[in-house]
């Protein structure tokens, strides 16, 4: 099939590739070409001028929606919940490695979270932190302490219900990442480190860390996009106050002018940043890598 | 030599070959963690709780089947006609069913595409990821983006009448469970593109030619080869796609209007009239069906093997 003569499967296959590609992106760069529509310009095209009314509406607020507060409670769950993918991700890739008694259960475990409806993961949390509230009253009030008694709100909130929520999503893609590398990694760099004497410690740290790294961004980069837009399995566990998804979901069904767009162009420009600034990290590391070779990349700092 | 030692020096500090196995227990404890905490205690608080009895107000720790009766209250008694239960499933089975053998049909054809027909290895990687960049951004705004391309002002009405296929707008392009699941196709067709790929992958090229040799076409060579090959790939898919749409409540709360129903969105409803028992056993009966249709699919594949 991979001879000289294109098969005449080619053709149709390049043009379903090409509109499968066109039906991702169009919409995406119609609503962000949309979202500069001008005073007048409404949520369709055609464009009405162009300006960036929208985007100075959007800086203004949103009716009673703190959406910038939103925007900044999503930013510090999704960068706690990147730091801690990666360091359980990377302690638990180590883990399968050396092998250890219920390891294919975990993994089973770890699958079985990518495949559980949201809405479930959900409930149950949402269920569980309204007894572990119950929990903290009963004894708020027969300690007759007036701030875990009947003042006492909920538990429930951005990192607790809504971080653990986020990293039953993205801890499973993280260790799968972290497994596929270690698959292939070349054992023989570690064995070589100790047999010229370095620690286990000296081992991890200059030759097995540097030659993971890109995976670890890999991991880093879900973490981050997967939290930073997790909308199901917040629905039940946001606590008081919600998140960016939450707020825009809500939105869509209220704001009938292009300023839900210019949010929407915002948010997405967001996460084309962090995807970018993590592929070119990734790109940069391997071509570092290419030119100097693996090991000599991973032990000369 | 050192590492002779260093094995006397760690036997020497731990007694015995046991004190060198906790490393990797210490490694994983905290995942462990966080995975008993947050997925399992919540999964049995939900089935304990699908038992329970409730009111206006609270949560009744009092045994009860109740809940499972009203969801399929009446189904028995009203056939042939389907009760609300049965009506909802068949609803979340059709929109499973299109939307898992659209997300098919095209993420194997792009995945045949990328493996068998773009010839560089790096363009390969490059168009793979230009496949995954949405999978990095909103769900919520990819699927809201899709509302100007198939309103009734919308980009695809325009370019119908513009070609005089219709001769007034389609109100059945939006808020329909043709909406519904374009934008399922949108979010998950990926899901289907990476493991068929990845198995396409691991395909030689030396059965191929093997295959040519022996006579087969392109086509032969698809369906007697390459697909049996990509079983695996395949069913991995499915079963994303599956269980993604099955439970979906936000896709079908924002795409399908009122019209459609699906099982999630019942749940939904239910949390927010604060029926917690109802909606536990609403999940209860989904997470059933969940896992028959994956325990079903995963004979087909050995997800392990496919890292």
Known sequence: MNGSRRSLSFYPLAAVFALFVLFLYGPIVSMAVLSFQGPDGGLTFPMNRVSTFWFGKLMEGVGVVDIWGAFGRSLRLAIVVMVLTVVLSLATGLAFRRGFRGSSSLFYLLVSSLIVPSIVVSLGIGLLFRFLDDAIRFVGRALSLASLGEGFTSSAGLFTSALGAHLTWTLPFGVLIMLAVFNRFEKSYEEAARDLGATGWQTFRHVVLPLIIPGLIGVALFAFTLSFDELARSSQAAGDLNTLPLELKGLTTTVTTPEIYALGTLTTAVSFLVIFAALGVIIGFRSRAAVRGPVETGVVQ | ?307
Request: aromatic content about 10%.
């Open chain 2, 1 to 307: 030599m050192e590492r002779i030692h260093r094995r006397i020096a760690v036997s020497q500090r731990a007694p015995g070959p046991r004190g060198r196995n906790i490393v990797p227990y210490i490694l994983v404890a905290p995942l462990a963690a966080v995975f008993l905490l947050f997925l399992v205690a919540p999964l049995v608080l939900t089935v304990v709780v699908s038992f329970w009895d409730y009111s206006e107000y609270e949560l009744i720790p009092r045994f009860t089947l109740q809940n499972y009766r009203d969801v399929f209250s009446g189904c028995l008694a009203q056939l042939p006609d389907l009760c609300v239960a049965f009506k909802v499933y068949w609803s979340t089975l059709k929109l499973c069913l299109a939307a898992w053998s659209l997300t098919l049909l095209i993420g194997f054809g792009v995945a045949y595409f990328l493996r068998f027909h773009v010839r560089s290895a790096v363009a390969q990687v490059v168009l793979l990821l230009l496949c995954t960049i949405p999978f990095w951004t909103s769900n919520v705004i990819r699927t809201m983006s899709l509302v100007p391309l198939l309103g009734r002002n919308g980009l695809l009405n325009e370019g119908l009448l513009g070609l005089g296929l219709v001769r007034q707008p389609q109100d059945w392009l939006l808020f329909s469970g043709f909406s519904v699941v374009t934008a399922f196709v949108h979010l998950y067709t990926l899901y289907m593109i990476v493991p068929i790929y990845n198995s396409m992958k691991r395909i030689e090229q030396g059965i191929l030619e093997a295959s040519h040799d022996a006579g087969a076409g392109e086509w032969q060579t698809l369906i007697g080869v390459v697909i049996p090959l990509c079983r695996s790939g395949i069913a991995i898919g499915s079963i994303f796609v599956l269980t993604a749409v099955m439970g979906d409540f936000v896709t079908v709360g924002m795409m399908g209007g009122q019209q459609i129903s699906s099982i999630g969105k019942v749940i939904e409803v239910e949390m927010s009239y604060l029926h917690l028992p109802a909606a536990a056993a609403n999940s209860v009966v989904l997470l059933g069906t969940v896992l028959l249709l994956v325990l079903g699919l995963a004979r087909a594949a050995d997800v392990r093997k496919e890292l």
